[in-house]
Each structure stands twice: as C-alpha cells, then as structure tokens.
C-alpha cells in the first residue's frame, strides 16, 4: 500500500492545469513567469512539456529574486508565546526571530545567536552548580521595526511568555525552569535555573518560545495581559531574524522580504510560503518549476523521482517518530469497541500489540525505505540514543502467545484508532489493522480516518475519548523533552493516558528521567537513557512506526540547500539559499 497511489489519477489532470498557467503571462509583464531564470539550472532544454515525465517547456519559471516554497499547512499563530510545539507556524518565527543560542546548519551543535558565546563551564558562562547562565549579547542589533535591541527585550520577551501562559504554546518549559533573570547591563543577559538543567541550551534556550521581541513593539500593541493572546502578535511577528515579515493572506501565503541588515547569513533572496496546496498540486508545481522547494514524505518519491530539474534530498532522519498512542486513561469509546478501560493496564497487551505490527510492511511500503526503527523512545540522531537498545520487530508467535496470557485470544476485541485521513498516520493505522486480524480474526481494529481538525479535536482533549490513535512525535534537540513528553508517568502524555497506572515500576522510570534531566556529566547521563531505554522496551507506551526518513524536494536551480532535523519543519532556514 502507499499513499502515492491515492493522488495517482490526479497528477495528469493537475499537470494541465500548472502548465496552463505557466504559459498564460504575457513576455511584456515584469514579472514573466515564462522568461527562464539568469541562474537556469544546466540541462534544462527547451520545448514542450511531456506530462508523463513532467519536463518543463521553456525551462524553470519561478521566479528570480524570490523562493517559493510551497508548504502543507498553514500557521496558527506567529507569536513565539502562543505556537504549539510542531505547529508551522515555529517555521515563520525561525526565520523572523532570533534566540541567544541556535542550531547551525552543520549538525547538533549550538553557535551564537543573538548572544555573542554559547555558554559553557569552560568559558565561564555557566556557574559551577549549573544554575546561573550569562549570555553577552550583539550590540548593534536592531528589530525589523527599528528599535534597537538589548538585554531588557530578552527579559521582557521570557517574562512575557512566563506571564501569558497560554495552554497551546510552550510557556512551561521557561515556567518550569526558570528561577529567575535580568540585565546585567544593556548587552548582558543573565538568567538563574530553579534546579540543574543538563537540556537548557539545546531544548529550551533554542525553543520558539525563548525568541526575543521587541518590547517596544509588543507595548505600542496590546501589550501583555496574563492568559490572553496578543491578536498584533499573532499575525505580525516582528523580530531581528533574517527575513522581515510583509504579508499573510489567509489561505493563499505568506510574504517576506531580506534583511539585508541581518548579522548573520543575509538572505539572497526574498521568501513566498505558498500555504497548503493539494499535493497533487505541490508535486506538479514543482515538475513545472513554480515552485523552488515543496514539503514532502517518502510517500511522494514516486510521483517525483527522475523528474527532470528536480533534486530529491534524502540524507538522515527526521527527529519525529511515528507513534500509535495506548490509552490507559480510557473514561468514553464509540459504542463498537469492547476492551474494558483497564485494557492497556495489562503489560501483556501493550507488548503484544508491539510484536504484532509489521514494521518492514510500513517502512518499505508507506516510507518506501526512507526511514529506521528507533527504540522506546530516543530517536536516532540526538544525543542518548543507544544503537544497542532492543528494537521491537515483528514476532506473530510471541504476540500470540501474549494475547493468550491475558486471557484475548479466544474471545477477541473490538478497538478504534483514530488517524487524520490520506496521509502516513492513516497507513500505520492500517498496518496496524492488517497486523492484528490477520493474526487473529477475532481480534478487530476499526480505523476512523478523519480530517484534521476533527482528529486534532480529539487528540487535544483530555481525557482522549479513543485507546488508541496515530501521529507523530514533536521534534526535539535533547532526549530530557522526549522523555519527559512521551514517557515519564507526570509528564504531558503520562498524565493525559495515566502511565503510572500500567507501569510495573513508575517511580524507578520517573526516577531515571530526572536524574539524566539533571546530569551533566555526559557518559552518566548516557547510561541512564540507555537503562530507561531498555525499562520502556519491556513496559511500552506506544507502537513505534518508523522514524520516518528525510525526503526534500527541490529544483537544482536551487544553491547552497542546508536541512537540519533540529530546525522546526521544514527543517531549513531559507537564507542559506540562493538560485
């Protein structure tokens, strides 16, 4: 099965049409879409289009002085306080804001943002209990708007965040650790920790929330009220970022024009964020060369490999697991399920389910070979991960042996997974599906394949009205944020799908996961994730999928790409590139 064959009879059709519009301008408009690029990738030749192969008549015809990236989704909010972790809307405030410390383009390490060091023990920047960080910050810095930039933005920017507190974005992570802060003077930045924090840089000091805004401008706009959004700053970020925010017309784009001011990689070029065509639509623009880049999964290769100017980038992993939730919190199902609330009580069942599902079904089908399996629950890629960690395969023998241990496999079950519809969640569900009842007929999964909203609906609520449903993880630079999400029984799903009640030993798994959390010598902490690994092998949580592999599709015109699985999806920053 793969979700490519689901958009296969439209691809032709659409072509049409984007090649209809490609050669509509007349050759006397500024702006021809027709009229090659002066960077015209090498080896694209003139003539007509072959709509089975997807070459372009007259070369590329995007447009020069802009990228054009056509995305998937549109943003809830461009306000650092308010973004939901994994939401795109993390992508805009990465190219318009900027944090003290941030990930470079090269890897996992941290280099200086808005601050001129990253803090170490060795450079002095962090006190020897662990506590105090001190951030000297760039001087000469300005906002987008023109008000300069100092240490009290960066107090007033946290303190802001801490004091809405709103439940969509991620206040919790400066609330939870920070003790307190201020200026030092107009260039120096310094902020005590409640407790020892070994992932303070790299999950929380390089989080959306932590991106500095002007106060200036957040006061001239509704300034800050606890609990409540700022309407201004939910649609007009303005930070010292790279790219200057111009326009967002709803349901169509987003504009940004170069900072040509920036301290850092000025962008060569100006941005457009085409929002969430069809990806028929998405594919096809980019055969036809409207667009420079599109957001992509393994599931579209297909549709693109061997088109002519396109380049497929598909090194490494992303940094979010495809997961199926268990619900040990269950209070309301749809009326078809027959499991007790107690079901995924029993460690028995949950592993069961893990040795049922057809992982290399899922990975070489849906992912098309674009991916790995990971173990419960550190990705590979981030520090902690252990590639000697047990992987769970799949086994029919031993999950039938466990069904019968806890007293299923004669009578059977009904149970839903909820899923968002025509994506790779809804496949894993129907892996999911085809890997139980086709062990045991009696043993039934009915998969409710929804839109978006109404999964994000129920996937939001809590208690969750469903045992089980499909996503994946939020992408994350340290192990502490996966563990403490996806893990630990007091943590955000812990407390939403009640982990302390199936855990053979909660507190000794809560235990490992703070103590790692405040670790911060390196090898230690590694051997604690590595037994918390193995602890969450035997007593899971979840189903995990795949995690997913890197699939980027680009037109070669396209210079100096960077991708980078710690950057918020897309996982690139647009001023790295030129054409």
């Not at 050669?23 to 879409?33: A, G, L, R």
């Not at 784009?253 to 998405?282: M, S, T």
Request: with cysteine; glycine share 8%; net charge negative.
């Amino acid at each position: 099965m793969s979700a490519r064959r689901w958009r296969a009879t439209a691809l032709l059709l659409v072509l049409a049409m984007i090649m209809a519009a490609c050669t509509s301008s007349s050759d006397t408009e500024p702006d021809d879409p027709d009229a090659p690029a002066t960077t015209e990738a090498a080896g694209e030749s003139e003539g007509e289009s072959d709509p089975t192969t997807g070459g372009e008549a007259g070369g590329d015809v995007g447009e020069e002085d802009v990228f054009v990236h056509a995305g998937d989704d549109e943003p809830l909010s461009l306000d650092p306080a308010q973004v939901e972790a994994g939401e795109y809307g993390e992508a805009v405030i990465l190219q318009v804001y900027d944090r003290l410390v941030e990930f470079g383009p090269d890897g996992p390490d941290l280099m200086p943002g808005l601050a001129t060091e990253v803090p170490s023990t060795d450079n002095g920047l962090i006190s020897a209990d662990g506590l105090t960080y001190t951030f000297p910050l760039r001087e000469g810095v300005s906002f987008h708007d023109g008000s300069p930039f100092t240490a009290d933005d960066v107090v007033f920017s946290w303190d802001r965040a801490m004091t809405m507190s709103l439940p969509e974005g991620t206040a919790d992570l400066l609330n939870d650790n920070v003790a307190s802060m201020q200026a030092v003077d107009d260039f120096t930045f310094e902020v005590t920790l409640q407790a020892p924090n070994a992932a303070f840089l790299n999950s929380i000091v390089t989080a959306s929330v932590a991106a500095v805004v002007s106060q200036e401008v957040v006061e001239a706009n509704g300034g800050v009220v606890e609990g409540t959004p700022n309407e201004f700053m939910a649609t007009n970020p303005i930070g010292t970022g790279p790219f200057k925010f111009v326009e967002w017309n709803r349901n169509e784009n987003l504009i940004f024009e170069k900072n040509d001011d920036y301290f850092g990689q000025v962008p060569a070029l100006d941005l457009r964020i085409e929002i969430g065509p069809d990806p028929d639509v998405r594919v096809l623009g980019l055969r036809a060369g409207e667009y420079d880049m599109i957001e992509t999964d393994p599931s579209f290769i297909g549709d693109i490999e061997g088109a002519e100017g396109v380049v497929i980038y598909s090194e490494g992993l992303l940094l979010e697991p495809i997961h199926i939730g268990l619900n040990l919190n269950i209070t309301d199902l749809p009326e078809e399920d027959t499991i007790p609330a107690d079901f995924f009580h029993d460690p028995r069942i949950r592993q069961a389910f893990n040795y049922a599902f057809d992982y290399e079904a899922f990975l070489n089908g849906a992912l098309g070979g674009f991916g790995d399996f990971n173990p419960h629950y550190i990705p590979q890629g981030i520090f902690g991960y252990d590639p000697t960690a047990p992987v769970y395969q799949q086994d029919l023998a031993k999950a039938e042996e466990l069904f019968r241990e806890a007293g299923y496999w004669d009578e059977g079950f009904t149970v839903s997974v909820i899923t968002e519809e025509a994506n790779l969640f809804e496949i894993a569900a129907l892996v999911l599906k085809d890997s139980i009842e086709g062990l045991n007929p009696n043993m039934q999964i009915r998969v409710l394949a929804v839109a978006e909203a109404q999964f994000d609906e129920a996937h939001a609520s809590n208690p969750v009205p469903y045992a089980m449903w499909v996503k994946n993880a939020d992408p994350f630079a340290d192990p502490e944020a996966y563990l403490r999400a996806y893990a630990h029984p007091d943590g955000e799903w812990g407390e939403i799908h009640d982990f302390g009640a199936g855990y053979q030993d909660p507190e000794r798994i809560a235990g490992l996961i703070d103590d790692a959390a405040q670790e911060t010598d390196t090898t230690k902490r590694a051997e604690l994730y590595a037994e918390v690994q193995r602890l969450l092998f035997e007593d899971p949580m979840w189903i995990i999928a795949a995690q997913e592999g890197v699939a980027v599709a680009y037109r070669d015109r396209v210079q100096g790409f960077v991708h980078n699985p710690l950057w918020p999806r897309p996982n690139v920053r647009w001023n790295y590139f030129s054409k």
